[in-house]
Nanobody
Framework: QVQLVESGGGLVQAGESLRLSCAAS????????MGWFRQAPGKEREFVAA????????YYADSVKGRFTISRDNAKKTVYLQMNSLKSEDTAVYYC???????????????????WGQGTQVTVSS
């Protein structure tokens, strides 16, 4: 079992920054893919960013490329999402996800991840 706990959400104004954290615990953490997804009211959950735990390779949705940065701290078993230049359209519940089987190919599909956190709300006011 893997437990994922997100934190760092909140209310900010457009143009400001937030850093989300996702702390992982449980099974030995190696060769995972960790991802961030978000879901706005009335919309489907969508891919935001992902990182391969071992190599550090990163992947981003076009909508956040250049503004968001995903990173991980191996020792703390924590993945971060630094969000800069936030826009009102970034408002959503943000979810951390883990592909413990290391089978993800696109990194962008919900079905590629087998563990999910409970989500943290990010609200950007314009």
């Amino acid at each position: 079992q893997v437990q994922l706990v997100e934190s760092g959400g909140g209310l900010v104004q457009a143009g400001e920054s937030l850093r989300l954290s996702c702390a992982a615990s449980g099974r030995t953490f190696s060769n995972y893919v960790m991802g961030w997804f978000r879901q706005a009211p009335g919309k489907e959950r969508e891919f935001v960013a992902a990182v391969r735990w071992t190599s550090g390779s990163t992947y981003y949705a076009d909508s956040v490329k250049g503004r968001f940065t995903i990173s991980r701290d191996n020792a703390k078993k924590t993945v971060y999402l630094q969000m800069n230049s936030l826009k009102s359209e970034d408002t959503a519940v943000y979810y951390c996800a883990a592909d413990s089987r290391n089978t993800a190919t696109t990194m962008r599909g919900l079905v590629e991840y087998d563990y999910w956190g409970q989500g943290t709300q990010v609200t950007v006011s314009s």
